[in-house]
Structures are given as structure tokens and as C-alpha cells.
């Protein structure tokens, strides 16, 4: 029986959007345990790459044996065992989790907005990157992550099968805001959407995102769609000034000692 939090939330654009969230950002390797989807990713340890994700709330039978299951496979990876609980999770494997002290962290929000209403009147068309090491080179600087993860986003990136644009605005002789747009039939989703700490608050933000917006509704989108974490103050206000809504939201798990 679902919970009233579960009736609110509307389960089939929940999987609409989930599914393409896992074809937008492509895991190296991907099992299913009964309606888990398991996703684990060599090259890069990103939680969303390397994460067990359930997709049906009445999926809970054997729940000590497929944990253990899991486990081994993460084991085989050497990634801490995790859980990305979205509204499919459902509240029995959710109790289950909390009974074994697993710990709850890194919660986001999916937020969605139809693309009539996301100000794009007057937005300069960009012809998006052909060049992956080039926004791969401009997301590791303005992310100021380890260059050793060059060749795991790169791998990931060059893995999306949907129409994809890379967006990289240029200032002062670098890179300031970069952001991925994937056209997956009338949904545009954004991925990588960030700008350089020190020229925050300049608008370079937002003008990556209406530009990658403009060109996936050029495309034939008609809904934009995107995961922030919940504690981003900055790029929520920027997203609810565009006309994005909440739609649900999601967090990870890990047992205990992880």
C-alpha cells in the first residue's frame, strides 16, 4: 500500500524522467537485481554512476539476500555500497534500511519546467562543442576536480546515445560556465551545469542554460528537466527565476562504516 507522500507524487513521470536521467548519464556497467537497477562506473566514482537504484515501491521480498548480493558486486568495484532513493524505492526497503542504521546524505531535487515559459525569447544561438576534451578540459577546471578523472568523463560523455550539446561560455580567456543539454524525445534534460567560483553572481549561469535550452527546444523539446541538490541555494534561485518547479526529490544511503 503506498504512504500519502507516494500518492502525491506522480510515479509515472518519476519513471519518465528517471529513465532518462540513466540514458543521459551512462553507467560503464548495468545488472538488474529483480527491479534494481545496479550501476557501477569504473572510471569515475560519482554516486549517480555508482549506485543501486530501485524502480518499483512493491519490489521488497528477499531484502538480506539481494543487500548481500549487491554488496558484492560493489565489493568487486571497490565502491562503497549505495543506494539512490527516489520515490520508486518504496517505504518497506526504506524502513529496512533505516532498522540497519544506514545512514541517509546528499539529497537533490528534480525540477522540471515546460519550455514556452523559460524566457528564451532573445537568447543568442550557440552551436554547441564537437570537441569532448575541450568541455571535458573546461568542466575538471571550473569543477577544480583531479585531471586523473579526464578519461572517465570523457568515457561517460562520448557514451550518450541521445542528441547531446556541449555548452562551454567563455570570459575573460577562460572557461566560466559549462553545462550538457541531452534531447531525449520532447525532454531536455541538463547535466553538468556549473560555474567558475570566482565569477559567480555575474549571470554567466544563466545565460549557458537558456542557450542550451534554446537550442534543445529548436530541436523539438517542449520540457526541460534537471537534478539540483537540495542545498544549492544559488542555482535553486536560478532555476525557480526560469520557471523550473519541483517534481520530487531523492537521497543516498549507505550501511554502517561505509
Known sequence: MRTNAENRIDLAKVRRYEAAGFRAWPANFVVYDGTWLVRLTAGLPAKRLNSVNPLDPRDDGRLEERLARVRRRFDGYGRPLTFRMSPLAGQTLARHLDREGWSRFGESIVMHAPLEEAGLEGVIDQIPLQDVGRFVGAA??????????????????????????????????????????????????????ATL?????????????????KWAHQRGAREAWLQVEADNVHALGLYRALGFREAYRYHYRRPPGS
Open 197 to 213: 567560483l570566482q565569477q559567480r553572481g555575474r549571470g554567466h549561469g544563466r545565460r549557458v542554460v537558456q542557450t542550451a535550452l
Open 140 to 193: 575538471l577546471d571550473i569543477h577544480a576536480l583531479d585531471a586523473a578523472l579526464r578519461p572517465g568523463l570523457s568515457e561517460v560523455i562520448g557514451s550518450i546515445e541521445p542528441e547531446t550539446g556541449l555548452f562551454v561560455l567563455e570570459g575573460e580567456n577562460q572557461p566560466v560556465a559549462t553545462a550538457i543539454c541531452v534531447l531525449d524525445s520532447d525532454l531536455a534534460g541538463l547535466f553538468e551545469v
